[in-house]
């Protein structure tokens, strides 16, 4: 079992940025991925940014440009910084991990709220 906890959503203004932030504990050794989605209301879930161990970071067309994920492997973290952040960027955002196995752990989520 991996356990996520996230941080740091919040209302900000358009053109603001945010910065999420993500801890994993317990089985950590099991992380393959880890990563950031988000769910507006009314939407499906979908990918912002992940990555696996040792690999690049794959962005969601959304996230090109504005958004940017570190990780810190030793500490099992993963940092989502948000920049000139829009109203349409307005969801639920919801760490992720993918453990060798396959299988999917979600956080609780984080609301960002980015107003015009």
């Known amino acids: 079992q991996v356990q996520l906890v996230e941080s740091g959503g919040g209302l900000v203004q358009a053109g603001g940025s945010l910065r999420l932030s993500c801890a994993a504990s317990g089985s950590t050794r099991s992380i393959n991925a880890m990563g950031w989605y988000r769910q507006a209301p009314g939407k499906q879930r979908e990918l912002v940014a992940a990555a696996t161990r040792g690999g690049s970071t794959n962005y969601a067309d959304c996230a090109k440009g504005r958004f940017t994920m570190s990780r810190d492997y030793a500490k099992n973290t993963a940092v989502l910084q948000m920049n000139s952040l829009k109203p349409e960027d307005t969801a639920v955002y919801y760490c992720?991990?993918?453990?060798?196995?396959?299988?999917?752990?979600w956080g609780t989520g984080t609301l960002v709220t980015v107003s015009s």
């Open positions: 992720n991990v993918r453990t060798w196995g396959s299988v999917d752990f």
